[in-house]
């Protein structure tokens, strides 16, 4: 299981919260206009006056597989087009092979990612995946694509260029490479199974799934 770690100062200012809580004495609220109990990283908060969620983060060692979902669902098993009752894993795992390296004289033959580098970018490698297409599929996740938005020819080769990642990364290391031009929602880095898990959705669609965001210091 991965280290999970919290902003310093998050137990005084929790501590803060639950003594100003405390030391309210605001009427009694109907049981309909009572705040919910707020769940934090294993810590109870009731009442409204948090001023913020604070996120648990938690690093990976090992970025040479890289996860991203077809939407922010972690369990849901998608069809598997033309194969009738057959399904797949809600995600596609991605990476960068090392160039020349030769699987039969692997050192570590049990490693399944033998032979793959470490993903630098985590957004821009599955930001890639979307471009081409790979992880649209009709009735899983096309409510994600704008109305109007133009998705290319199925099949079409990629010729749109100078496209950029949401942090304004070229899409590609090679500028002679083209996209494709298809969605690409806004992606978050979260870890799911001590694995890089790019979701789409906001920063927060990691707390909302329960788990940690990624760790990229």
Same mark, same amino acid.
């Given at each position: 299981?991965?280290?999970?770690?919290?902003?310093?100062?998050?137990?005084?200012?929790?501590?803060?919260?639950?003594?100003?809580? !405390?030391?309210?004495?605001?009427?009694? &609220?109907?049981?309909?206009?009572?705040?919910?109990?707020?769940?934090?990283? $294993?810590?109870?908060?009731?009442?409204?006056?948090?001023?913020?969620?604070?996120?648990?983060?938690? =690093?990976?060692?090992?970025?040479?597989?890289?996860?991203?979902?077809?939407? &922010?669902?972690?369990?849901?098993?998608?069809?598997?087009?033309?194969? =009738?009752?057959?399904?797949?894993?809600?995600?596609?795992?991605? $990476?960068?092979?090392?160039? +020349?390296?030769? !699987?039969?004289?692997?050192?570590?033959?049990?490693?399944?990612?033998? +032979?793959?580098?470490?993903?630098?970018?985590?957004?821009?490698?599955?930001?890639?995946?979307?471009? /081409?297409?790979? /992880?649209?599929?009709?009735?899983?996740?096309?409510?994600?694509?704008?109305?109007?938005?133009?998705?290319?020819?199925? +099949?079409?080769?990629?010729?749109?260029?100078?496209?950029?990642?949401?942090?304004?990364?070229?899409?590609?290391?090679?500028?002679?490479?083209?996209?494709? $031009?298809?969605?690409?929602?806004?992606?978050?880095?979260?870890?799911?199974?001590?694995?890089?898990?790019?979701? #789409? +959705? #906001?920063?927060?669609?990691?707390?909302?799934?329960?788990?940690?965001?990624?760790?990229?210091?």
């Amino acid at each position: 299981m991965s280290e999970v770690t919290y902003p310093k100062d998050t137990e005084n200012r929790v501590q803060n919260l639950l003594v100003q809580e !405390a030391r309210r004495k605001a009427k009694p &609220a109907p049981r309909w206009r009572k705040p919910a109990l707020l769940t934090v990283a $294993g810590l109870a908060l009731a009442g409204t006056t948090a001023a913020g969620v604070y996120v648990a983060l938690a =690093p990976v060692e090992d970025k040479r597989d890289i996860r991203c979902y077809y939407r &922010a669902d972690l369990t849901t098993r998608p069809p598997v087009v033309g194969v =009738p009752g057959e399904t797949k894993n809600p995600y596609i795992t991605t $990476g960068t092979f090392i160039t +020349g390296f030769d !699987a039969k004289s692997n050192p570590n033959p049990d490693d399944k990612n033998a +032979g793959m580098q470490q993903t630098a970018d985590p957004i821009n490698q599955c930001s890639r995946v979307w471009d /081409m297409g790979n /992880m649209l599929q009709t009735g899983v996740n096309d409510d994600l694509i704008p109305e109007g938005f133009v998705s290319p020819t199925p +099949g079409a080769m990629p010729t749109v260029e100078g496209v950029r990642d949401q942090n304004g990364e070229p899409l590609f290391p090679d500028p002679a490479i083209r996209a494709s $031009g298809n969605y690409i929602p806004f992606l978050t880095a979260c870890v799911v199974d001590n694995t890089v898990a790019v979701i #789409p +959705g #906001p920063a927060e669609v990691c707390a909302r799934l329960g788990i940690p965001t990624l760790d990229q210091k």
